[in-house]
């Protein structure tokens, strides 16, 4: 965590029970931590076109939720970062658990028929939901709030790999690029946490440019962001596989992945 001794700025005093290696109200006085709060585009931006690329696309609710719940996270992230307060805080790890619930859903129901729903499986998730929120609202413990996040993404990555090794194998590229992606983010967010003092310290001899680039917490939420959003992609291909789309991943503007798809011809 990161040091005493931060200034203050436009949102007052931090209320909040996480702090992180970032210098607080450098780069402007109306954000607290200005890197870690800007990184999170990635996770507002792309989901937004994701969402509106589902609607048009017919496909079913639960993967216009995905995107959008990412977004939600990332706009969570955003107003805690900003402010530092408790209140926003909340609004950044608690959507955390909601859309992780949401992807575990999804990749759950991969194959079964379009628009069932599973309601012994959705009634687990809410109430797991309720229970994490419950608990961490009273004990405000954030090692708390990582376990119980873990457990998703540690459910996540064993359904993937189940799907890419005895189901889709084909599609182990795009599962374990998700992966892969997500766990550097997860890397950088502990170097982050682990040498924060040397890191303040490097960043006070580089130039600012180079200094920008050790913000390792906001390389989290863009490795993380990217991993996420490739996780829903992967979760939608192989939805779409099983529904005999014939799904493309393709890149616009040779940069950013998304899939494109259209439903089987009939014969």
Same mark, same amino acid.
């Given at each position: ?11 007052g005093?931090?209320?909040?029970t996480?702090?992180w ?5 450098? /780069? ?21 076109f ?21 977004? &939600? /996270? !990332? ?8 402010t530092?307060? +408790? ?7 608690l ?9 575990v859903?999804c ?15 959705l ?8 229970? &994490? ?8 413990e ?6 119980m +996040? !873990? ?11 189940y799907?890419?090794?005895?189901? +889709? ?6 599962? +374990?690029?998700?992966?892969? &992606? ?25 130039p600012?440019?180079?200094? /920008? ?11 993380? !962001?990217? !991993? ?19 799904p ?20």
């Amino acid at each position: 965590m990161a040091p005493a001794g931060d200034r203050e700025g436009y949102w007052g005093p931090t209320t909040s029970t996480l702090d992180w290696c970032e210098e607080n109200y450098t /780069v402007t006085w109306y954000i607290a931590e200005f890197w870690n709060t800007v990184s999170n585009l990635i996770m507002i931006i792309p989901p937004i076109f994701g969402a509106i690329q589902s609607v048009r696309g017919g496909l079913e609710k639960r993967y216009i939720a995905s995107y959008l719940a990412l977004t &939600v /996270v !990332g706009m969570g992230s955003w107003c805690f970062h900003m402010t530092l307060k +408790y209140e926003m805080q909340l609004l950044d790890e608690l959507p955390m658990i909601y859309s992780c619930c949401i992807f575990v859903y999804c990749m759950f129901e991969c194959f079964k028929t379009k628009n069932s729903v599973n309601y012994h499986l959705l009634f687990t998730l809410v109430l797991f939901s309720l229970i &994490v929120t419950t608990v961490y609202l009273k004990v405000k413990e954030p090692v708390f709030h990582q376990v119980m +996040y !873990g457990m998703l993404v540690f459910t996540l990555v064993v359904r993937s790999i189940y799907i890419v090794t005895w189901v +889709y194998p084909w599609l182990r590229g795009l599962g +374990y690029t998700s992966l892969g &992606v997500f766990l550097l983010g997860f890397l950088l967010w502990n170097i982050d946490n682990i040498f924060c003092d040397s890191l303040r310290n490097l960043r006070k001899k580089v130039p600012p440019i180079i200094a /920008v680039t050790t913000q390792f917490h906001a390389w989290w939420h863009i490795l993380t !962001g990217l !991993g996420s959003y490739l996780h829903i992609l992967f979760s939608l291909y192989t939805r779409t596989l099983y529904l005999r789309y014939r799904p493309k991943v393709k890149f616009l503007f040779g940069i950013w992945p998304v899939i494109l798809f259209e439903p089987l011809r009939k014969q």
